[in-house]
């Protein structure tokens, strides 16, 4: 069964710690990405990577920072948390191969962190 | 850039009744269409997708959407609402031709009343 697993479900952060987000997929998928989902907002893209080492901003990067060393793992970095940034986030990834699967993107459970 | 609009940020259903979930897009080159649904404190999880070929596309659960070029329409459905069936549903389209990013919509929280 594929898999995409998130290091926490729940994580409380104070105002300036920095916090880190762990996504770790088991299906070999090139593609990770980190989401943040706001109520009435939707899905808003924070960074994406096709491949190790590579990462590309999305809708809404400042703040925040990503690191892919490894193809199974993507981390999302809040270098110096606010109240602004609690919300629920969300990590996805998909593969590039088979046209079947037509950009399907997998995701897992999601983190909702506190600032406080 | 791609964009996606769904009609009603809340609908409630009575149990048996039918679910209608509106979606629509902005393209002139139809693209690949995603319908997701959350289920409180989880992820995203797919409930059926439109690639190519027949434009009736049937899914998870029972629900089925239908793709419509002439009205960039991507409507979920299903005939007989489940108290089960109460979650959030999020339309999706790929952001642009051979990328690999997905364009959401801002969701509907469905509501089934016994």
């Known amino acids: 069964d594929v898999k995409v697993t998130q290091s926490s479900r729940y994580l409380v952060k104070r105002t300036g710690e920095k916090v880190f987000l762990e996504c770790v997929q088991d299906?070999?998928?090139?593609?990770m990405f980190w989401y943040r989902q706001d109520p009435g907002l939707g899905l808003r893209l924070i960074y994406f990577?096709?491949?190790?080492?590579?990462?590309e901003k999305g809708d809404i990067p400042e703040g925040y920072s990503v690191s892919r060393e490894k193809k199974e793992r993507f981390s999302l970095i809040l270098e110096s948390a606010s109240t602004n940034q609690t919300s629920m986030y969300l990590c996805?990834?998909?593969?590039?191969?088979?046209?079947?699967?037509?950009?399907?993107?997998?995701f897992g459970p999601g983190t909702r962190l506190t600032v406080l | 850039a791609q964009s996606v609009t769904q009609l009603g940020s809340h609908v409630s259903v009575s149990e048996g009744a039918l679910v209608l979930l509106r979606c629509n897009y902005s393209?002139?080159?139809?693209?690949?269409l995603f319908w997701y649904v959350q289920y409180p404190n989880q992820g995203l999880q797919l409930l059926l997708k439109?690639?190519?070929?027949?434009?009736l596309v049937k899914g998870i659960n029972g629900f089925e959407a239908e793709f419509k070029k002439s009205e960039t329409s991507f409507h979920l459905t299903k005939p007989s609402a489940h108290m089960s069936d109460a979650a959030e549903y999020f339309c999706?389209?790929?952001?642009?031709?051979?990328?690999?990013?997905?364009?959401f919509g801002k969701g509907t929280k469905l509501s089934v009343i016994p």
């Open positions: 999706a389209v790929e952001t642009g031709a051979g990328s690999y990013q997905l364009t």
């Open positions: 439109y690639t190519t070929g027949a434009t």
């Open positions: 299906m070999d998928h090139e593609n």
């Open positions: 393209s002139s080159v139809p693209p690949y």
């Open positions: 996805a990834s998909s593969s590039q191969g088979a046209e079947s699967s037509y950009n399907e993107q997998f």
């Open positions: 990577s096709y491949d190790v080492k590579m990462k």
